[in-house]
């Protein structure tokens, strides 16, 4: 199951390379079948919600009419942002799988209902690193 996320995730995070935008992917899940996909697109729209998320969030609002998202769980390439969990306790996502920590947020006095669940696979955890990485080493050469 998670084999088939993380391809979908791997997929979106390779867009992000043509538009220099932070490679961050998110997916919403319902009955184990991906039926929303997004990535960060806040550079390449300058919109500084522009996070997958958020974006993946609003696609589905979209799609189905309605805020409550209560059915959908969400996987990440990168622990959320505030503004993104804020957004996902807005939908009434309850799920939240991710795979890389987020070193910028400090979430220690974090209060949320939101159910965070870190993704424990070394290998692809690797994988997302080394993008992350390679994208920050490219931006400052530039």
């Known amino acids: 199951m998670f ?3 993380f391809n979908i995730l791997l997929k979106e995070l390779n867009k ?9 992917a998110a997916l919403l899940i319902r009955d184990n079948k991906v ?3 997004a990535r960060n697109v806040r550079e390449k729209n300058k919109d500084i919600a522009g996070h997958a998320e958020i974006k993946v969030i609003n696609k589905c ?10 059915e959908y769980k969400m996987v990440v390439s990168l622990q959320p942002c505030f503004m993104c969990i804020a957004a996902m306790e807005q939908s009434n ?3 939240v799988y991710y795979y890389l920590n987020n070193k910028k947020c400090d979430y220690e006095n974090l209060k949320t209902k939101l159910k965070m669940i870190k993704l424990e696979n ?3 955890c690797k994988v997302l690193e080394n993008m ?9 050469k530039n």
């Not at 992000?16 to 961050?24: F, G, M, Q, R, S």
């Not at 609002?61 to 209560?70: D, E, G, V």
């Not at 992350?132 to 400052?140: A, E, G, N, P, T």
Request: aromatic share 12%.
């Open 132 to 140: 992350l990485v390679s994208f920050f080493q490219d931006l400052r």
């Open 16 to 24: 992000c390379l043509n538009t220099n935008d932070v490679p961050v």
């Open 3 to 5: 084999d088939d996320y």
């Open 35 to 37: 039926e929303f996909k």
């Open 93 to 95: 996502i309850k799920e």
């Open 61 to 70: 609002f979209l799609r189905q009419k309605s805020k409550n998202m209560s």
């Open 122 to 124: 070394k290998e692809r």
